[in-house]
């Protein structure tokens, strides 16, 4: 990876305390990271503890060091900014165009990628005058991301809680990669599916895969950042934080998940099976735990059925007017290659979109990254170049928009 200047701008919030995590996450790629706190901020963390994070000076005021022009050179010389924690205050200075401390004056200046994760209370995010901040920011091209829901200041919990540092890192590298988060799906309802459904063997144990669910998260979040109205239906993904903005279902099984995507797809415009869902699942599900020895007949002699498949009832049911999208996690064989494989898959399905990927020996599954082909009933084949999974969930949002056209 190429080092990149990285500003990291911290405004006065209780969640200025996550900053430090976000600096790390930017110097342990190798990032050069500058810290600009506002004054504020360094009520809540030290700049010695800044300074020691990313190995360079902190400043909060135009008028230290003069003699380098930092109000100028520190904006002109980024290639991205982060604003985390952004408080209302900041958001109203930057709107207003205000160059009144060293954060301010760099933002003015910066022709960059800027990214600005909101943290505040959940009546200072409803404010008029909050979301009308936001939009105007979001209208001159700034990258505004929701906020998550969860516990606030105090005893309060609802909508304004910084997202976790790897959220917004990753969202800020796919924007310095040039993925677009211009709000082309405003008022668009959009449903989709992650992770890998679980068939219950007994209480105890399951037949599943592999999928981590991290490529229909990225999907999700890109999606609420394009101004979608996104449910998020997922299994076995306890451990991502949820898209911010989205709306999430938890399922278990390949059943459950059939239940829940019948339920909320049918008034949605875009539906996304990027589950990895399974293909069968025992015959019957004993309630007890099965042990070696006493079931041992069971469990070599296992009885499988067909799960439904999803993604055929979808494209049955569709509107005109509606996509449907699936993947093809494939591992080609002797006879067909991996994109023989999707081409084929695409035909039976008849969907919209198919992406396709090459899982197996360490690939995809689990991974931060992704790469593959996105196939459409057109016949086009296009290339989906390697790159983190926010990065080819841009793509794709990029190759969906086009075929709704």
């Not at 990753?170 to 992650?194: M, N, P, Y």
């Not at 076995?236 to 909320?264: F, K, N, Y």
């Amino acid at each position: 990876m190429v080092s990149k200047n990285v500003v990291i701008g911290v405004a006065g919030g209780i969640a200025a305390y996550k900053a430090c995590h976000l600096v790390r996450y930017f110097t342990e790629l190798g990032h050069y990271v500058r810290v600009v706190p506002t004054a504020s901020a360094l009520n809540f963390i030290g700049a010695a503890t800044f300074e020691a994070l990313s190995g360079n000076p902190v400043s909060t005021s135009v008028f230290d060091a003069v003699d380098e022009v930092r109000h100028v050179n520190i904006g002109k010389q980024a290639d991205l900014i982060v604003i985390a924690p952004a408080t209302a205050d900041i958001l109203a200075r930057m709107v207003a165009g205000r160059a009144d401390d060293l954060l301010t004056a760099t933002y003015l200046v910066a022709t960059c990628p800027v990214v600005v994760a909101p943290a505040m209370h959940t009546e200072m995010w409803h404010h008029p005058a909050t979301r009308a901040n936001v939009e105007t920011l979001r209208e001159r091209g700034v990258i505004v991301l929701e906020p998550a829901h969860g516990r606030l200041t105090g005893k309060d919990t609802g909508p304004g809680r910084l997202p976790e540092p790897e959220q917004i890192g990753v969202v800020a590298l796919a924007a310095l990669a040039g993925a677009s988060f211009k709000r082309t799906l405003e008022g668009k309802k959009v449903v989709i599916s992650a992770g890998g459904t679980q068939e219950d063997l007994d209480p105890v144990r399951f037949l599943g895969n592999r999928s981590s669910g991290r490529q229909g998260f990225a999907l999700a979040e890109i999606a609420v950042h394009r101004g979608a109205d996104v449910t998020l239906i997922a299994a076995s993904t306890d451990s991502l934080p949820t898209p911010p903005g989205a709306r999430l279902i938890r399922v278990g099984s390949a059943v459950e998940m059939h239940e829940a995507i019948q339920e909320e797809s049918p008034d949605a415009d875009i539906v996304i099976m990027a589950a990895a869902v399974a293909d069968f699942r025992p015959e019957v599900a004993a309630d007890v735990k099965l042990k070696k020895g006493k079931n041992a007949d069971q469990l070599t002699q296992l009885q499988l059925v067909e799960n439904p498949d999803i993604l055929a009832g979808l494209v049955a049911d569709k509107r005109a007017d509606q996509i449907i999208m699936g993947f093809a996690a494939e591992t080609g064989d002797a006879q067909h290659s991996v994109l023989e494989h999707a081409k084929a898959k695409l035909q039976r399905k008849g969907c919209d979109v198919l992406m396709c990927n090459e899982v197996g020996k360490g690939k995809v599954f689990g991974q931060a990254t992704n790469m593959g082909w996105l196939l459409t009933k057109t016949g086009d084949v296009i290339e989906v170049s390697h790159g983190s999974k926010f990065e080819v969930a841009a793509q794709i949002w990029d190759v969906i928009e086009q075929v709704r056209e």
